[in-house]
């Protein structure tokens, strides 16, 4: 089992754009969430063999609470920021929430409990100074606290494809490449039945935002199918031209990571387009918008 103390650091300046938001001496471990709403940790640490310059001791917990009351998708005074400690090497690990137009990283994430598939990105680093170093890693997790009876949890890598189950402990080991492209989401899907105790299923049909957005490289995005379905999922350019291909055929349902290498393509807006049919069902279109910059 992890510790249930998280030894981040919280900017005191950040907290004053924040009234109420509980603040955290420097150098002193935070109060881990209280156990009465659902709890999920994660802790990052230098892998085998240990990268350039990173101490094999050094590590990172990030916390995720879903139902803490006054939670909120964005900043809200549950949440603390993941800052870099007084270490000239160091590794991180944090969550990415919006708030309109303004992103914010958290080492304690509260969230309001979901209805829906919830996705949240996860971000990972080593940094020696102020460079980020390639190389090993590894994330632990002991099993969530209070989570409700047949939800899942899965650690998603968009790099390889691959969900790691978060229900039960465990750890995923990967390589980081320098400069950090966003791969890893944090998926959380609630039980959800037909209304009259039929089997449960995932809530909504879905194909999050791109990540990053707007890109000059390779951005990710999560097709969510709440049943088996045929899906064929294209890229479109502003006069209508198909100019790539992300997925094509059956899929079971459940999350799917799908990753756009857009380092060929010329400036400019873009559509990624996903249709969806599932046997029975209509067919379901659903689109999302991407930019692309240098």
Do not use: K
Request: no cysteine; glycine share 8%.
């Amino acid at each position: 089992m992890l510790r249930r103390t998280l030894p981040v650091f919280v900017l005191a300046a950040a907290l004053l754009a924040a009234p109420g938001m509980a603040a955290v001496a420097p150098g002193a471990p935070a109060a881990a969430p209280r156990a009465a709403v659902t709890v999920l940790s994660l802790r990052l640490r230098p892998g085998m063999p240990t990268p350039a310059g990173i101490p094999p001791t050094a590590q990172s917990e990030v916390y995720v609470t879903l139902g803490q009351p006054g939670a909120l998708p964005g900043l809200d005074p549950n949440d603390a920021f993941a800052l870099a400690p007084p270490a000239p090497a160091y590794v991180l690990a944090s969550t990415e929430a919006t708030d309109g137009a303004t992103s914010y990283r958290f080492a304690i994430d509260a969230r309001p409990v979901p209805t829906v598939t919830l996705t949240i990105p996860l971000h990972f680093a080593g940094v020696v100074g102020t460079t980020p170093v390639a190389g090993a890693y590894t994330v632990d997790w002991s099993a969530p606290t209070d989570l409700p009876a047949g939800w899942t949890v899965g650690l998603v890598d968009a790099e390889t494809g691959t969900t790691s189950s978060l229900n039960a402990a465990g750890s995923y080991s990967f390589v980081l490449a320098v400069p950090e492209v966003p791969r890893f989401t944090l998926v959380i899907t609630p039980l959800v039945t037909d209304g009259e105790g039929g089997p449960p299923a995932v809530a909504v049909l879905a194909l999050s935002a791109p990540r990053p957005n707007p890109t000059g490289g390779v951005t990710f995005l999560d097709l969510a199918l709440p049943a088996a379905a045929d899906v064929v999922v294209t890229v479109y350019d502003a006069l209508g031209r198909h100019v790539a291909m992300l997925a094509e055929g059956p899929r079971a349902a459940g999350l799917h990571a799908l990753r756009f290498d857009a380092r060929a393509l010329a400036v400019g807006p873009y559509v990624v387009r996903a249709d969806v049919t599932t046997p029975g069902a209509p067919p379901r279109r659903l689109t999302r918008r991407l930019t692309v910059v240098r």
